[in-house]
């Protein structure tokens, strides 16, 4: 069955420091997403994304976050300089389309460490 | 916003019992995904209602939306170790990209 994958699983950054994780989505889907979840926490939503436009971002996504599709595959989060509130697992997701009925396929995630 | 609370956070049960969670909306709930997150690891779909009143079925899973009640319930049959994780419930709230998730359900199934 196709699945998402994510690199790296753990990333250790010093504070300051940039941080991008990849993320390859299933094939044919067209959407993508960034969630995290910060320890303890729920799930939250970070961006979506779409024919290679940011379609809808969170609060949270403020101007230290981007993200990416550099190819037809990959699909990257930069964080420009890390903060110690930014340690997280961070998830990656796609989907064919968006909306109900349009489940969301989630990677195993990367656990971000900031020191 | 729309915030989903889930019940209980936490389940032990002993291998072969039946059990229940609950998700309930804080607005009126159009559908709902059901995941299953292993400790430290990605979201499993596991399902999706879409209807008031719809309910489905996954081997020993069971989903329902109640609609009026702004609430599903997951129920799952004859429980086995494998299916410890935590169990959380989403909605797509506002906007069709946006998944909102709920508080997760911490279940540990003993021999």
């Known amino acids: 069955e196709p699945e998402v994958t994510q690199t790296p699983s753990h990333q250790v950054t010093q504070m300051g420091q940039e941080v991008i994780l990849r993320c390859v989505p299933i094939s044919n889907h067209l959407y993508f997403y960034w969630y995290r979840q910060i320890l303890g926490q729920k799930v939250e939503f970070l961006v979506s994304?779409?024919?290679?436009?940011?379609?809808?971002k969170s609060e949270i996504f403020d101007d230290q976050f981007s993200v990416e599709r550099p190819d037809g595959s990959n699909f990257t989060l930069k964080i420009r300089s890390t903060k110690l509130e930014d340690s997280a697992m961070y998830f990656c997701a796609s989907s064919e389309a968006a909306g109900w009925g349009q489940p969301q396929h989630f990677g195993d995630g990367t656990r971000l460490s900031i020191l | 916003s729309q915030e989903l609370e889930q019940s209980p956070q936490s389940l032990i049960v002993q291998e072969g019992k039946n059990l229940t969670i609950n998700c309930t909306s804080s607005k009126t709930l159009y559908g709902l995904y059901w995941y299953k997150q292993k400790y430290g690891e990605g979201l499993i779909f596991l399902m999706m209602l879409q209807k008031g009143g719809e309910e489905k079925s996954h081997e020993k899973i069971t989903a329902k939306l109640d609609e009026k009640k702004q609430q599903s319930s997951l129920h799952i049959t004859a429980s086995q170790p494998s299916h410890a994780g935590i169990y959380l419930c989403?909605?797509?709230?506002?906007?069709?990209?946006?998944?909102?998730f709920g508080t997760g359900t911490r279940l540990q199934v003993t021999l």
């Open positions: 989403g909605a797509h709230t506002g906007t069709a990209s946006k998944l909102t």
């Open positions: 994304f779409y024919n290679n436009e940011i379609s809808e």
